[in-house]
């Protein structure tokens, strides 16, 4: 009897679950065959993630491309269709653009969208972070370059005219500038006004000459230069390290403030060397072509700080694949907590550049084997430092967005907590 009805129990069991099969409700793959899932089961972590929505504000162009055409009087935001072309004979103010192209690369329209680390959104709240389209350097460079003449009272009005729209945004004030991303990649960029932005997300070049509490790596993001040589697109010499003849090469203004009195100690020790290059130059468009012909047959390129920790030469040797000796005790580096600068560069010290002789004898005794290395490490990379409109995939404007990403945690943090602490800053009082 009773083994009778354990039989009638395990068959009714049994057309149960085949019953579940057949309308598909259990699925006993995922118990005993777990590698025959369905992928839709369980996501790839290697699944790119979504892109960051950006709200970016239509401000007139005297805040942006209107600077790059000063004869215009169009006030009107400026429209994918209109986009100007970034000026060929703009010499060393390139180097600050990255402002000219983060802005581009939101208004673009075309295909690849899917590529993209960040896509522009016409409604506000559905936006995660909030770009200010304001060309801070582009301002300084244009209107405030010499810093004493009538034309920087422009700049420092653009300043006061956008602080007054944004505090009159209420997506400014919900935040209070948190999730906002503002460029400004000179170091006199925004200068009247900077401390009263403190709280956004800032895209700077390097943090040289602001305290901690004005810019700092856990809410700014570092991007490289814009590099003003014309990138090696074809280096495929069979043997490039005998093919470059010099050793380690040189070519820029000596005269640097802070840090960059380095070069002025630098031309005195590295002077009588035959395989060195180190000349004193100015950024001309035909000393621009020297240079970019002096990096691509040299093995080592100096890259010691300028008025502020970092420079630009150092995207220029990247971008000609010529390997980094960068003499800087305080730089940060772009897109570091994904590429390691160690692959492709040397570091010295100060202290070991200044003492004569060492670095040429440590530069002299570099393994082959490992240049070519560093060489190869170049080339790989090198596209992730250029600048271009349209944006590709993994370009330089969509690493400093995936940086900007990174940041946004941390500001839904800050901005959830300031809503609540009646003392914000009580921890530092401990």
Not at 150 to 171: A, C, G
Not at 388 to 408: F, G, I, S
């Amino acid at each position: 009897m009773y083994k009778k009805a354990s039989l009638s129990l395990i068959f009714v069991i049994l057309l149960l679950i085949s019953y579940s099969i057949f309308i598909g409700t259990v699925d006993f793959r995922s118990y005993f065959f777990p590698l025959l899932q369905s992928p839709t089961v369980t996501p790839s972590l290697c699944a790119p993630s979504s892109p960051v929505r950006v709200y970016m504000y239509d401000l007139p162009r005297r805040f942006n491309v209107g600077m790059l055409n000063r004869r215009s009087q169009v006030e009107t935001p400026v429209t994918a269709p209109a986009w100007p072309r970034w000026p060929k004979n703009s010499g060393l103010k390139r180097q600050h653009s990255v402002e000219f192209w983060m802005m581009g690369s939101l208004l673009y329209e075309g295909d690849g969208v899917e590529e993209r680390e960040a896509v522009r959104v016409s409604d506000p709240e559905l936006a995660d972070a909030f770009f200010v389209p304001f060309f801070s350097s582009l301002s300084f460079n244009t209107h405030g370059h010499n810093m004493t003449d009538p034309d920087t009272e422009i700049d420092r009005q653009l300043q006061i005219d956008l602080l007054k729209l944004l505090r009159q945004s209420k997506y400014w004030q919900r935040s209070g500038g948190r999730d906002h991303v503002i460029p400004m990649t000179h170091p006199n960029a925004f200068r009247f006004l900077r401390e009263q932005v403190n709280a956004s997300i800032q895209i700077v070049v390097d943090f040289g000459r602001y305290p901690r509490i004005m810019s700092n790596l856990s809410k700014d993001v570092v991007a490289p230069y814009v590099h003003v040589v014309d990138s090696f697109k074809i280096d495929d010499t069979p043997d490039p390290f005998e093919s470059r003849t010099t050793l380690l090469f040189f070519r820029g203004r000596t005269y640097r403030k802070d840090e960059g009195i380095v070069r002025v100690k630098l031309a005195k020790i590295l002077s009588g060397y035959d395989d060195v290059h180190y000349e004193r130059s100015v950024a001309t468009d035909e000393n621009i072509k020297l240079s970019s012909k002096g990096m691509r047959s040299s093995k080592f390129c100096l890259n010691p700080a300028g008025d502020t920790p970092s420079s630009c030469r150092l995207f220029d040797a990247i971008v000609s694949h010529c390997v980094p000796v960068i003499i800087s005790d305080q730089i940060e580096l772009p897109f570091e907590n994904e590429i390691d600068y160690s692959q492709f560069s040397i570091f010295f010290s100060f202290k070991e550049a200044l003492e004569p002789g060492y670095m040429v004898n440590q530069l002299r005794k570099f393994p082959k084997e490992r240049w070519i290395e560093m060489w190869k490490r170049l080339k790989e990379i090198s596209h992730h430092y250029e600048f271009q409109y349209p944006p590709k995939k993994e370009d330089a404007v969509n690493m400093l967005w995936r940086q900007v990403k990174h940041k946004l945690p941390g500001v839904k943090l800050a901005v959830h907590r300031s809503r609540r602490l009646k003392v914000p800053d009580w921890w530092r009082r401990r």
